[in-house]
């Protein structure tokens, strides 16, 4: 960064290469004012301390921010547990002595967007809600409120700009801790990048790799051809050197982005090919949302008094104040309307009901949710072997693969870290082995679940497109108890409500920009002797998220204490060897998609014993 400022405030030398700058759109000024480029330096720098886990765990978690489950942007994710205390920096833990990166295979969720439309019109007629409120003088900010979407059905569930700075900084401090990863030149054989079908994912991975590789050259040539007006010329090449030659211009790297079909992408997308996943969220939607209305109930008296409301609240509008409270506050940084209307308790209840939803979608609530991403597991595995027996037989001692970069959502991230044992509930009740599938008419039939998938944007809007299906009404059973939400005998929630240092927590595990890596290790000492097998003792791996260090669940060699403890001790890093890592994971990445998603039948799938998470 330092050089990056020196250059953009003096003219260079003539033939002398510039080194490695941020993107022309994010360094639109280039001239000689020192001062303003240094303040410019100064805010990016703070932009970026504030994104960093360091700066997260110094933070107070009081703050609603924090606190938004899943919504919750990337500088305001909640730190991640490690054996006992917050998991360390990936910033402050070393490599591993005598070892050198050589590959990293890294998933994202999309950085922060627009709520979707249906969030959206769910916000908008709140309208009403403020009108009966009759408390203004507490709360100003009521009179006169008007929906913040008026006219912008367009950018619904779109990547919002503080999503694409999310994964632009993200991506720039993760080319700085692994550089030699990126010191080849950039071909798309080399540093493959992979994003669902859908708008923020794929803008999520621009953004990223506009971040990531270095910046290029443009060619003086191209730059003063003929072909070019005036004003074009002019606009691109503005820098001037002492001895009058022109300095080389830079833009960002060109980068070639792969997806397959929405419908059809077992990779990133698996939820969205899988009939017995449907049949199941369907039925999770016949009960599910009456336990959590039941929880908003609790806060409605007194949201009702705060409000100064003169007629019943409704359990859907403490709801409704919480959807805007998370787009306010997550994504326009505002905490003094929506959310000033609820204390902290009230905000760890509504967090946690959110959790519980996560985790019985996505999580541990059932096996059919984590076992179809075994495939995601499966191009995992592949990766870091073709780049260990690659780097074997090179001359250089560094695979033809260096990177792999993959690009989708929460649904596809949860489902993963869960099959690979990560953020377990702590609970003593055992969890779910299998799913028992109802068949008193609560399911819908594999037809309209495949029907439904077609084309799916967000998951959330699958239950509501299979029970409005003309050809079959999903009904909802009745309470067994007047007053009490009808659940499934002997469930409970398995995170539970008064437990602060829970591992499974969506502002933890799956805020916006949410992300997991591993990167491969090789024995320096290897390097001399190419063409060798790889082994067990020659390649390591070590596991990140969100840019914290974490212990590989199931890996004996993988302890979770940091390498400084290990290294005073005379252990090894906190890494998995890459044999032991392949062998637990085997069995889980080798289930068929196909095979777990058929439809209709007794039981959804069983717990995988293919790693240590998902048996007890």
């Not at 001239?31 to 933070?59: C, E, H, K, Q």
């Not at 249906?118 to 929906?147: C, Y």
Request: proline letters at 8%; hydrophobic letters at 35%.
């Amino acid at each position: 960064l330092f050089l990056s400022f020196l250059w953009n405030t003096f003219p260079c030398a003539e033939n002398e290469k510039p080194p490695p700058s941020v993107p022309i759109s994010k360094m639109k000024v280039r001239d000689n004012n020192g001062v303003l480029l240094f303040l410019l330096l100064w805010a990016y720098l703070a932009m970026s301390r504030a994104i960093s886990p360091a700066s997260i765990a110094s933070t107070s978690l009081s703050s609603v921010q924090h606190h938004l489950s899943t919504k919750t942007n990337y500088a305001s994710r909640l730190p991640l547990r490690g054996s006992s205390n917050a998991a360390p920096s990936i910033h402050n833990v070393p490599d591993p002595t005598n070892y050198e990166p050589i590959h990293l295979w890294f998933l994202s969720r999309h950085g922060t967007r627009w709520p979707t439309k249906e969030r959206m019109d769910q916000i908008s007629r709140m309208t009403h809600l403020f009108k009966d409120a009759r408390n203004v003088k507490d709360n100003p900010w009521i009179r006169g409120w008007q929906p913040p979407f008026v006219h912008m059905d367009v950018a619904g569930g779109q990547l919002h700009s503080k999503g694409e700075d999310e994964m632009w900084t993200l991506a720039r401090r993760l080319s700085g801790r692994f550089p030699s990863l990126l010191e080849t030149p950039y071909l798309p054989h080399r540093f493959p990048v992979v994003s669902s079908q859908v708008h923020r994912a794929a803008a999520s991975a621009s953004a990223f790799t506009s971040g990531f590789f270095p910046a290029v050259n443009i060619d003086n040539e191209i730059v003063q051809s003929p072909w070019a007006g005036q004003r074009e010329a002019g606009t691109v090449n503005k820098g001037v050197s002492n001895n009058g030659s022109s300095c080389p211009e830079r833009r960002p790297q060109a980068v070639a982005i792969s997806m397959a079909p929405k419908q059809a992408d077992p990779l990133l997308r698996f939820y969205a090919m899988c009939p017995a996943y449907a049949q199941r969220e369907v039925w999770l939607e016949t009960w599910l949302p009456g336990w959590m209305e039941e929880q908003w109930a609790k806060l409605a008296p007194t949201l009702q008094e705060r409000l100064g409301l003169t007629r019943t609240m409704a359990p859907s509008e403490v709801e409704d104040i919480w959807q805007l409270c998370q787009f306010e506050a997550g994504v326009e940084g505002i905490t003094s309307q929506a959310c000033s209307l609820l204390s902290e308790s009230d905000v760890r209840l509504l967090e946690w009901v959110d959790d519980v939803n996560l985790l019985e979608s996505h999580g541990y609530g059932s096996p059919i949710n984590y076992n179809i991403a075994a495939p995601l597991l499966h191009d995992l595995r592949t990766s870091l072997k073709d780049a260990a027996e690659s780097a074997a037989t090179s001359s250089s001692g560094q695979p033809d693969k260096r990177t792999h970069l993959l690009f989708a959502h929460c649904e596809t991230l949860v489902p993963l870290a869960t099959l690979l044992g990560l953020f377990k509930p702590d609970t003593e009740q055992p969890l779910p082995a299998a799913t028992p599938f109802p068949t008193d008419g609560q399911v819908p039939p594999p037809r309209l679940a495949r029907k439904a998938l077609a084309g799916l944007d967000v998951i959330e809007d699958l239950a509501h497109a299979m029970r409005h299906d003309e050809g079959h009404k999903v009904q909802a059973p009745l309470a067994v108890d007047e007053g009490m939400a009808w659940v499934p005998q002997g469930w409970r929630p398995l995170v539970a409500q008064d437990d602060e240092g829970r591992s499974f927590r969506g502002s933890a595990v799956s805020p916006f920009g949410a992300n997991m890596g591993l990167v491969l290790y090789r024995r320096k000492a290897e390097g001399a002797r190419t063409g060798s097998p790889a082994s067990s003792s020659s390649y390591r791996v070590r596991l990140l998220y969100n840019e914290q260090v974490l212990p590989i669940p199931g890996c004996s060699s993988s302890s979770g204490r940091s390498t400084r403890e290990e290294e005073e001790e005379g252990g090894g890093p906190p890494d998995c060897d890459l044999d032991e890592f392949l062998e637990i994971t085997a069995a889980a990445a080798a289930q068929e998609l196909d095979a777990l998603c058929q439809a209709g039948g007794s039981v959804i799938g069983e717990a995988s014993t293919g790693t240590g998470a998902p048996t007890n």
